[in-house]
């Protein structure tokens, strides 16, 4: 009886690794940021690692992030003088606390059915709008924003919105109190994809900086 438990204590486990890793999104996301500029970057997320590529508006890739979210590191790469650092950020990030609401209204973008949420900080004067993908296969993203630990309120709001673990969000819009946009982030491309191991790694010719 007690082999008989002990096979199936370790089935639950190896069942609940299985799910809870089965259907976990596995590919490319691009994206356009919209401030002073427009800029695009790409996500490449395969499991716990996730690279960040920044390219400039002849295409090329400026500057490189490789981020682990088991262990909470963040390394930068510069392909132009082949130089690779450590960019974790061990700060403690202040929390805004702005007034939550999902507005019940829901659209399609670029094939996902998205739900709105909006956050409002009248300490801040800003309001944010997210469309949050329906699906929640992205478990990705929360670690990745606070493995990240941006100061932007598109990034630090987003952290504060309930049950997100597994979300992600389409499009953010960054307004003022009286709708004057200040910054707009938006998917433009999405492709689930095997993702190569090598993604991941640093160049053998990358030298490390010392800061």
């Given at each position: 009886?007690?082999?008989?438990?002990?096979?199936?204590?370790?089935?639950?486990?190896?069942?609940?690794?299985?799910?809870?890793?089965?259907?976990?999104?596995?590919?490319?996301?691009?994206?356009?940021?919209?401030?002073?500029?427009?800029?695009?970057?790409s996500?490449?997320?395969?499991?716990?690692?996730?690279?960040?590529?920044e390219?400039?508006?002849?295409?090329?890739?400026?500057?490189?992030?490789?981020?682990?979210?088991?262990?909470g590191?963040?390394?930068?790469?510069?392909?132009d003088?082949?130089?690779?650092?450590?960019?974790?950020?061990?700060?403690?990030?202040?929390?805004a606390?702005?007034?939550?609401?999902?507005?019940?209204n829901?659209?399609?973008?670029?094939?996902?059915?998205?739900?709105?949420?909006?956050?409002?900080?009248?300490?801040?004067?800003?309001?944010?709008?997210?469309?949050?993908?329906?699906?929640?296969?992205?478990?990705?993203?929360?670690?990745?924003?606070?493995?990240?630990?941006?100061?932007?309120?598109?990034?630090?709001?987003?952290?504060?919105?309930?049950?997100?673990?597994?979300q992600?969000?389409?499009?953010?819009?960054?307004?003022?109190?009286?709708?004057?946009?200040?910054?707009?982030?938006?998917?433009?491309?999405?492709?689930?994809?095997?993702?190569?191991?090598?993604?991941?790694?640093?160049?053998k010719?990358?030298?490390?900086?010392?800061?």
């Amino acid at each position: 009886m007690k082999k008989l438990g002990l096979i199936i204590a370790v089935f639950a486990i190896l069942i609940s690794s299985i799910s809870s890793s089965y259907g976990q999104f596995e590919g490319e996301i691009r994206f356009k940021k919209q401030k002073n500029s427009i800029t695009e970057y790409s996500y490449f997320v395969k499991g716990d690692r996730v690279r960040v590529e920044e390219y400039g508006t002849d295409g090329s890739t400026k500057g490189v992030m490789l981020v682990d979210l088991k262990s909470g590191t963040v390394t930068a790469l510069s392909p132009d003088r082949k130089l690779f650092m450590d960019a974790t950020n061990d700060k403690v990030p202040s929390k805004a606390h702005p007034q939550l609401t999902k507005t019940g209204n829901s659209k399609t973008i670029n094939g996902m059915k998205c739900s709105e949420w909006t956050a409002r900080s009248e300490k801040e004067q800003t309001q944010v709008v997210y469309w949050v993908i329906d699906d929640a296969k992205y478990p990705f993203f929360e670690k990745l924003l606070r493995t990240l630990n941006r100061k932007d309120r598109l990034s630090k709001y987003w952290l504060e919105l309930p049950g997100i673990e597994n979300q992600f969000t389409m499009v953010g819009i960054e307004k003022t109190l009286e709708g004057a946009q200040r910054t707009k982030l938006e998917v433009i491309k999405m492709s689930e994809e095997t993702i190569s191991e090598s993604m991941f790694s640093i160049p053998k010719d990358y030298v490390k900086f010392e800061k």
